[in-house]
């Protein structure tokens, strides 16, 4: 391998390819990778940039290989496609990317002749099917959970309003002024119990306004109230795509949003450690059964001990919370509003990483 490497570095300047030669290739929702004979990117389409996260302006004419710790795997392949070895290669493969989650792939590698290219590598995630259907069953379920709330929520609101009013009454005719402290513990326990249903309804009183909103803002504004309330100890990163565009959407929703996430993970946290609010734009996505060009792609990641895989996959339903104390409705709100918006929202979360992904569609 090592010989190979220096014989690259001898080779004339890679080939230039109009990027319009593959226009074609990015209308593809599995991720194309075309290399040279020396293993450089001549072209990567939008599904490509967003499975490995980069630019195609910043690999063209780069070593594919390079961006991977186990890049004998990508070398290997394009020794065999220009010795002749096959027209045609399937295989799972696991790319180990420094620094970051390995990648588990379905790739097919296809020999070129002529012009154009070498090899063509065509790449799926293995679990993207399987995190599509666990996605539709989850969103079934929390459908399903949040109106048995919603309707047991209406239930309990109207005997509420009696039990205070018959207490106020009670109250007043009490003779002995120390009795009052047992009407007032009524009277509080309906206040707050009202006050939770309020919570519980709130997703579906309130009507989604439809205006630009600059995502950047609803991130600072956010972090600012988070780092106001842990001013030492706690770090908020700002990692933002300054090309964004603007969605359209309700920006108090979208602020309620992200506050729900970012303070849970100060609270999960206690307010010692790194919270990263990170932007990027994703290009080709599919949420729920729509395609759409372009999506925002936010990510609210925290360094803190993860989610207890108890409820790791119930967090989003109503009243299920991980921190003693937690009403449990923060994230089903959340979840909420962002399917209001048309997006999605997932968690991935393990011991020193928790990512909370929210996709939203841009116009």
């Known amino acids: 391998m090592t010989r190979k490497r220096e014989a690259i570095a001898s080779v004339p300047e890679p080939l230039i390819v109009d990027r319009a030669h593959f226009a074609g290739l990015d209308l593809l ?76 792939l379905n790739s097919t590698a296809i020999a070129l002749e002529g012009p154009v290219g070498s090899l063509l590598l065509e790449f799926r995630e293995l679990d993207l099917r399987l995190r599509h259907e666990r996605g539709d069953r989850f969103l079934d379920t929390a459908r399903a959970n949040r109106e048995i709330v919603r309707n047991l929520a209406h239930e309990i609101k109207n005997p509420l309003g009696g039990l205070r009013g018959a207490a106020q009454l009670l109250e007043a005719e009490l003779p002995e002024p120390w009795l009052h402290e047992y009407t007032q513990v009524i009277i509080k326990e309906a206040d707050r119990l009202q006050a939770l249903v309020d919570r519980l309804l709130a997703p579906h009183r309130q009507a989604r306004a439809n205006l630009p909103v600059n995502i950047h803002e609803v991130c600072e504004r956010v972090r600012t109230v988070v780092a106001a309330e842990y001013p030492r100890g706690l770090e908020i990163e700002r990692d933002y795509d300054a090309s964004l565009p603007e969605l ?18 100060a609270q999960a946290l206690h307010g010692q450690g790194r919270i990263v609010l990170r932007t990027r734009i994703a290009r080709q996505v599919t949420i729920g ?29 109503p009243l299920i919370s991980g921190r003693e104390g937690g009403s449990g ?35």
């Open 248 to 265: 359209h959407g309700d920006k108090e929703q979208l602020i309620q949003v992200v506050l729900n996430l970012v303070r849970n993970a």
């Open 289 to 317: 059964t729509n395609r759409h060009k372009l999506a925002l792609d936010l990510h609210v990641i925290d360094n803190g001990p993860g989610i207890p895989e108890e409820i790791r996959d119930r967090i989003f339903f």
């Open 329 to 363: 409705l923060g994230l089903s709100l959340a979840q909420s509003f962002v399917h209001q918006h048309g997006g999605t929202i997932e968690c991935d979360s393990r011991p020193g990483r928790t990512d909370f992904r929210i996709l939203l569609p841009l116009p």
């Open 29 to 104: 929702a599995l991720a194309v990778v075309v290399l040279d004979a020396q293993g450089r990117v001549i072209f990567l389409n939008q599904a490509a940039e967003q499975l490995f996260d980069l630019s195609i302006k910043a690999v063209t004419g780069q070593p594919f290989s390079r961006l991977f710790a186990n890049d004998e795997l990508i070398d290997s392949l394009v020794v065999e496609a220009c010795n002749g070895s096959f027209g045609q290669k399937r295989q799972e493969l696991v790319l180990e990317r420094i620094g970051r989650d390995p990648l588990m």
